[in-house]
Nanobody, 128 residues
Framework: QLQLVGSGGAPGPPGGSLGLSCSVP???????VAWFRQGSGQEREGGAS????????HIDDSVKGRCIISYENTNKMLYLQMNMLKPEDSGMYYC??????????????????????WGQGTQVTVSS
């Protein structure tokens, strides 16, 4: 199972930054990893996804320009960096992993149903 390292931390003000880490102990070398957010009473929404082999990432329009997703192969660690946080960024953040086919053209890469394994989630609150 994926394991979030650390936590979302204390509530932060709008305009602040967020950094999350996730251990992805999949035995395969080639797979897809992603970050999702679930606001209170809302569906789980995909924020960003990338292949562990590198290449283009997929970033949702809601966080494009503010979000960096990266994966470190040596330690099998997935990272999320978000800047210029907004109150609507608040929610539970989850890391996820799935097969490499998720990155193929035409696939709904940020659809949560495409992913098989999930981390336990951490609460992020952006508030003034």
């Amino acid at each position: 199972q994926l394991q979030l390292v650390g936590s979302g931390g204390a509530p932060g003000p709008p305009g602040g930054s967020l950094g999350l880490s996730c251990s992805v102990p999949w035995p395969r070398v080639d797979y897809s990893v992603a970050w999702f957010r679930q606001g209170s009473g809302q569906e789980r929404e995909g924020g960003a996804s990338v292949s562990t082999r590198g290449g283009l990432d997929h970033i949702d329009d809601s966080v494009k320009g503010r979000c960096i997703i990266s994966y470190e192969n040596t330690n099998k660690m997935l990272y999320l960096q978000m800047n210029m946080l907004k109150p609507e960024d608040s929610g539970m953040y989850y890391c996820a992993a799935g097969p490499p086919s998720i990155q193929a053209p035409g696939v709904r890469t940020l659809d949560s149903q495409m992913y098989k394994d999930w981390g336990q989630g951490t609460q992020v609150t952006v508030s003034s």
